[in-house]
Nanobody, 117 residues
Framework: QVQVVESGGGSVPPGGSLRLSCSGSRININLNNVGWYRQAAGKQRELVASITGGGSTTVIDSVKDRFTISRDKRKNAVYLQMNTLQPEDTAVYYC???????????WGQGTQVTVSS
């Protein structure tokens, strides 16, 4: 079965950094647009950052100065580098691989990011 596999979450103090990884398993994601979403407890899921197959990136204003999205096509992976993490960044982070077919978009399993003292 095809899968999108996430890793890199964890617990860090405020000001810490994490790098999330999203990789394709039995699927080549290198030509696809990929997004990182997050969902905090009790809140709607929101798009945080996205990257196109050509490498163009978008990051929401609230984290633009701290987060960077990138990809390494040799590794069939997309990354979200998160620096200067704050408690409000605490959420489950999900990777999404966009496709053109209805209902075909692929989601990772989610990885928990917790920022606390």
């Amino acid at each position: 079965q095809v899968q999108v596999v996430e890793s890199g979450g964890g617990s860090v103090p405020p000001g810490g950094s994490l790098r999330l990884s999203c990789s394709g398993s039995r699927i080549n994601i290198n030509l696809n647009n990929v997004g990182w979403y997050r969902q905090a407890a009790g809140k709607q899921r929101e798009l945080v950052a996205s990257i196109t197959g050509g490498g163009s990136t978008t990051v929401i204003d609230s984290v633009k100065d701290r987060f960077t999205i990138s990809r390494d096509k040799r590794k069939n992976a997309v990354y979200l580098q998160m620096n200067t993490l704050q408690p409000e960044d605490t959420a489950v982070y999900y990777c999404k691989v966009f496709t053109r077919g209805p209902g075909d978009d692929l989601w990772g399993q989610g990885t928990q990011v917790t920022v606390s003292s």
